[in-house]
């Protein structure tokens, strides 16, 4: 039977699209988030044609164990292999060594707890995000920016939630963010950094350079978006003073932030991302609970926040890491509106009298007057495009609107900053080396 499109089983408990063509078929799935929302999401499709006449109630049943008024963690054990989480760990804090650090708050939904890094086989394993897929398996690689991202296993019943994870590494660093694509607001995700060695050098001022990725959902809507950016940190061993186990200085900055789809089109509007002092654990090298901050383009106001945590890694603390988590204006940049001053010129007019023959003259008058690309109208133009990721770039003003005789004297450009409408939460890594 084939149904409607634009409805799914979760909902309603039935099926209400099923599209079979060239022996394939999708399933377009609409689902009750955990927050009451629905969604529309595209489960992959299949090698050959099949009808759908399984019953759905039990993949319902299943939203329903979900549907709750905050995110919960679920309890699995963590993965097998190296560089991974222990299966001991307990699945509201994984954070138990120094060298293994999640950006875990299962209240917000960053319930990540143990990652397998299967690089040389091209996979990750990732636990305890819902509904990612069999065995939590993230497969496909491809390139952005200075790592990869990876995609979750969707079959006709079983990873319902499209993810995505990204994936940065260096000698002695590897770090994974994830999240899942279509749960009609920041869902589900987290972030990880791992680490194989570390050692404090006794003194000095260093600087680390690398690669920064990240993925976005939003407050109150579908979608997600890659996010890959170039990365400064700086780093003071012995100043600040050790006081009690803590010491030195960390700061640092995320620029060049480059924003993408999942389908690869290309979105604009992220400004640079500033990392705040922080100290540093003497004995293990960690840091935690960094301020992170950015800005709405072109002005001081900020636009969004959040943390950073992360540690020194290799011999002599030849690199660092760090997980992040920001909040804010999805969008923001700068809009320019062209400006013209005219004039309006009107030529001496002379006039006789026909019976006394005497002649007035009226001198030429000039009238001068400025327009602005800057309206009601054009500025709600410029808001969709804002908060749709596209660049606006400059909006001239449309002559035919001037009146009757104008001439155009001069232009000038003046700006003002927008942000969107609507909130992101992005979670990302860090890594980076001298």
């Given at each position: 039977m084939v149904y409607a499109a634009g409805y799914t089983p979760f909902d309603s408990l039935c099926v209400e699209q099923v599209i079979v063509a060239k022996e394939s078929m999708i399933w377009r799935c609409k689902t009750l988030t955990p927050r009451g929302d629905h969604l529309v999401n595209t489960?992959?499709?299949i090698s050959r044609p099949i009808l759908m006449t399984r019953s759905i109630a039990i993949l319902a049943s299943l939203f329903l164990l979900i549907a709750c008024d905050t995110p919960q963690p679920f309890t699995f054990g963590g993965g097998d292999g190296g560089?991974?989480?222990?299966?001991?760990?307990?699945p509201r804090d994984p954070n138990d060594t120094d060298d293994n650090k999640f950006l875990f708050d299962a209240e917000r939904g960053l319930t990540m707890n143990s990652v397998e890094y299967n690089i040389d086989d091209q996979e990750l394993i990732i636990n305890n995000l819902p509904f990612d897929g069999p065995d939590g398996?993230?497969?496909n690689p491809v390139n952005l920016g200075g790592g990869q991202v990876f995609e979750s296993i969707q079959t006709l019943t079983t990873g319902i939630v499209k993810h995505y994870a990204v994936y940065v590494s260096s000698d002695h660093i590897q770090g994974v963010a994830a999240a899942g694509e279509n749960w009609g607001d920041f869902g589900y995700g987290g972030a990880n950094i791992v680490r194989d060695s570390f050692s404090l050098p006794n003194e000095g001022e260093y600087v680390f350079t690398g690669d920064y990725l990240g993925v976005r959902t939003f407050g109150d809507r579908s979608g997600l978006?890659?996010?890959s950016a170039d990365v400064t940190m700086a780093l003071d061993i012995l100043d600040f003073d050790?006081?009690?186990g803590v010491q030195g200085a960390i700061i640092g900055w995320i620029s060049n932030r480059s924003l993408e789809n999942s389908d690869g089109s290309p979105r604009f509007g992220a400004t640079q991302v500033f990392l705040r002092l922080i100290?540093?654990?003497?004995?293990?090298?960690?840091?935690?609970?960094?301020s992170a901050v950015y800005y709405a383009a072109g002005t001081p106001d900020q636009a969004g926040d959040g943390t950073y945590e992360g540690f020194l890694a290799g011999t002599d603390a030849i690199e660092i890491g760090a997980n992040i988590v920001l909040e804010g204006a999805d969008y923001t940049q700068v809009v320019y509106y062209e400006v013209v001053?005219?004039?309006i010129t009107t030529p001496e007019q002379v006039f006789v009298n026909p019976v006394t023959g005497m002649v007035t003259t009226i001198p030429a008058t000039v009238v001068t007057g400025t327009a602005s690309a800057a309206n009601g109208e054009t500025r709600e133009f410029a808001q969709n495009l804002v908060d749709s990721g596209i660049q606006v770039g400059t909006i001239n003003v449309d002559l035919a609107t001037l009146p009757d005789g104008a001439v155009v004297t001069s232009t000038r450009i003046e700006s003002e900053p927008i942000s969107s409408t609507f909130d992101a939460r992005e979670v990302g890594v860090i890594v980076a080396a001298q």
């Open positions: 489960v992959t499709k560089d991974e989480t222990e299966d001991t760990l307990d398996r993230y497969i978006e890659m996010v050790p006081v009690e100290e540093f654990t003497t004995d293990n090298g960690n840091f935690a609970e960094g001053d005219y004039e």
